[in-house]
């Protein structure tokens, strides 16, 4: 199951928006409301930050959300903040083969 | 809070086999939930590797699933992973995970290295 597909960077100055596409197929994204976004800082672990598509994790700020459009799914990051920059990873439910990940997006706060 | 901790050898040798281990504290590994694992090769993005209930039925990435094995240690309250056969294309960060359901992963451990090289 080939990886979902994400721009490698987005960026934006400090109180912008930036969004950020993963696009898969019928049978991942377009097949399932089961896409996750997560969030990675250099050297650290991954964290939750979006799941089922547009529910925000336990402490995520509401500056945070998710939609999905057919095969595309897309997170926002609204009022940009220094803490924002990181590497974003979409994720999604594929069936029978489990779940698959994003290439990942680097995002740049100007 | 929930706490996941990995442990295990870093550096392992080509064609052998790679044997990573998850403490669990906070949570029960015995009730209902995913544990699983999750690698990242250095530099590159996220790959799933399986993971297994609470009830002891494991599910793998089919890319890997001849090769890997998930099982879990009640009486310790933790998880393990078994990869066979390794290259150096497994050369990863390696991430043990506990996942809720609905396909959301919402514990990470902190992440170990692993090097296979001879």
């Known amino acids: 199951q080939p990886a979902l597909t994400q721009p490698p960077s987005a960026s934006g100055s400090p109180g912008q928006s930036v969004t950020i596409s993963c696009t898969g197929t019928s049978s991942d994204v377009g097949g399932y409301d089961f896409v996750s976004w997560y969030q990675q800082h250099p050297g650290k672990a991954p964290k939750l930050m979006i799941s089922?598509?547009?529910k925000r994790a336990s402490g995520v700020p509401d500056r945070f959300s998710g939609s999905k459009s057919g095969n595309t799914a897309s997170l926002t990051v609204s009022g940009l903040q220094a803490e924002d920059e990181a590497d974003y990873y979409c994720s999604s439910h594929a069936g029978t083969f489990g779940y698959v990940f994003g290439t990942g997006t680097k995002v740049t706060v100007l | 809070q929930v706490q996941l901790q990995e442990s295990g050898p870093g550096l392992v040798k080509p064609s052998g086999t790679l044997s990573l281990s998850c403490a669990v504290s906070?949570?029960?590994?015995?009730?209902?939930?995913?544990w699983g694992w999750v690698r990242q090769p250095p530099g590159k993005g996220l790959e799933w590797i399986g993971d297994v209930l609470h009830s002891g039925i494991a599910t793998y990435n089919p890319s890997l699933k001849s090769r890997v094995t998930i099982s879990l240690d009640t009486s310790k309250n933790q998880f393990s992973l078994t990869l066979s056969s390794i290259t150096a294309a497994d050369t990863s960060t390696y991430y043990c995970?506990?996942?809720?359901?609905?396909?959301?992963?919402?514990?990470w451990g902190q992440g170990t290295l692993v090097t296979v090289s001879s």
């Open positions: 995970v506990r996942s809720p359901g609905w396909y959301r992963i919402d514990q």
């Open positions: 906070g949570d029960s590994i015995s009730r209902g939930n995913f």
């Open positions: 089922e598509v547009n």
